[in-house]
């Protein structure tokens, strides 16, 4: 069965700082999904990747097939960003989902 | 325009009782998904229905049983409730169910709370 880590699992930064969250999984995949969710529970799906690089807005998110492992930037940090982000590796067996970063931006 | 809902909000029920929780999407979108949120904020997902087909059903209990009386409608029945069972439920919906180019839109939530 596939295992799905997410480093740091807590996360403080000042607003403006360029953050990087980790995923990394076992075994091989055919997507990897980044979720947020927000302090009030709302969830949002930010990328769904399966190679390569993808954009949106501040955001920016890779993967790295051979190395099974993906990363989450946020570029120019804002204390709207603090949430908690999650990835799912989606493989054979099914979705697989990491515990989740928790990063707080301060002011 | 809510593009994911769910009801109830909250739902609280005694041991051994019957619950559904409602879905309803309206974007247009084939694939519906259920997801369970434990007390420890792990998420997993549940099922996932495409145009009313089953085609994940994760390793649950089958007191869990999904209905999806049309596409845009995916309800989850839960028979002979347990004090486990309390979690937080999302449902969500997408348009090609898990492709790269795929973006999941998540329901608010339902909260339920078995006594």
Known sequence: ?107 | DTAVSQTPKYLVTQMGNDKSIKCEQNLGHDTMYWYKQDSKKFLKIMFSYNNKELIINETVPNRFSPKSPDKAHLNLHINSLELGDSAVYFCASSRLGFQPQDTQYFGPGTRLTVL
Request: net charge positive.
């Open chain 1, 1 to 107: 069965k596939n295992e799905v880590e997410q480093s740091p699992q807590n996360l403080t930064a000042q607003e403006g700082e360029f953050i990087t969250i980790n995923c990394s999984y076992s075994v091989g995949i055919s997507a990897l999904h980044w979720l947020q969710q927000h302090p009030g529970g709302g969830i949002v799906s930010l990328f769904m990747l399966s190679s390569g690089k993808k954009k949106h807005g501040r955001l920016i998110a890779t993967i790295n097939i051979q190395e099974k492992h993906s990363s989450l930037h946020i570029t120019a940090s804002h204390p709207r960003d603090s949430a908690v982000y999650i990835c799912a590796a989606r493989g054979a067996d099914g979705l697989t989902f990491g515990k989740g970063t928790h990063l707080i931006i301060q002011p």
